[in-house]
T-cell receptor
Framework: DQQVKQNSPSLSVQEGRISILNCDYTNSMFDYFLWYKKYPAEGPTFLISISSIKDKNEDGRFTVFLNKSAKHLSLHIVPSQPGDSAVYFCAARGGATNKLIFGTGTLLAVQP | EAQVTQNPRYLITVTGKKLTVTCSQNMNHEYMSWYRQDPGLGLRQIYYSMNVEVTDKGDVPEGYKVSRKEKRNFPLILESPSPNQTSLYFC??????????????FGPGTRLTVT
């Protein structure tokens, strides 16, 4: 059973507009959430994170929102740039072992 | 440069021929982990290690072995590879301290094909 779900396999936006990537989770015990970005032929790279005690974290063009009651988080990229085109994975920390449980990823394409 | 390296990057092998994928990090991280990425399934953890000589199973450990004899190295061993182990493999590392969460740093990946 997939505990972290990214229901949109792909997303296409115009350069300069907002990109919103969504992630849902089922386990209320998750206490930390992360977003990773992955380019082809490279490993995932860390983008931004949020603790479960917060509802928003911002870093430059990237903002992550957490809605614990809905078990939902989203990543906003404003403004979107062609270099943001990549696969985005959300991940949740599953307990004290630092284990990450990943979603299936969303392919973002930013059109010039 | 701080990094996680994996070798080989690409490997084609045959069923049953033992192989090892190496992973090394130069950041003095305690925690290391192996993941496999498959279409529609995201990244799934195979094994992890919280320090030297401490390893444990992840979500999909069947058919794999690991060892952690040194802090910097965490090799993944497939004793008798099968076609269902054809996948993209990633090694990752991070600091580890109880009560803290650290982002994991990933290697570039190893594309394994078992025929």
């Amino acid at each position: 059973d997939q505990q972290v779900k990214q229901n949109s396999p792909s997303l296409s936006v115009q350069e300069g507009r907002i990109s919103i990537l969504n992630c849902d989770y089922t386990n209320s015990m998750f206490d930390y959430f992360l977003w990773y970005k992955k380019y082809p032929a490279e490993g995932p790279t860390f983008l931004i994170s949020i603790s479960s005690i917060k509802d928003k974290n911002e870093d430059g063009r990237f903002t992550v929102f957490l809605n614990k009651s809905a078990k939902h988080l989203s990543l906003h990229i404003v403004p979107s740039q062609p270099g943001d085109s990549a696969v985005y994975f959300c991940a949740a920390r599953g307990g004290a072992t630092n284990k990450l449980i990943f979603g299936t990823g969303t392919l973002l394409a930013v059109q010039p | 440069e701080a990094q996680v390296t994996q070798n080989p990057r690409y490997l084609i092998t045959v069923t049953g021929k033992k192989l090892t994928v190496t992973c090394s990090q130069n950041m003095n991280h305690e925690y290391m982990s192996w993941y496999r990425q498959d279409p529609g399934l995201g990244l799934r953890q195979i094994y992890y290690s919280m320090n030297v000589e401490v390893t444990d199973k992840g979500d999909v450990p069947e058919g794999y072995k690991v060892s952690r004899k040194e802090k910097r190295n965490f090799p993944l061993i497939l004793e008798s590879p099968s076609p269902n182990q054809t996948s993209l493999y990633f090694c990752a590392s991070s600091p580890y301290r109880t009560g803290f969460t650290y982002e994991q740093y990933f290697g570039p990946g190893t594309r394994l094909t078992v025929t």
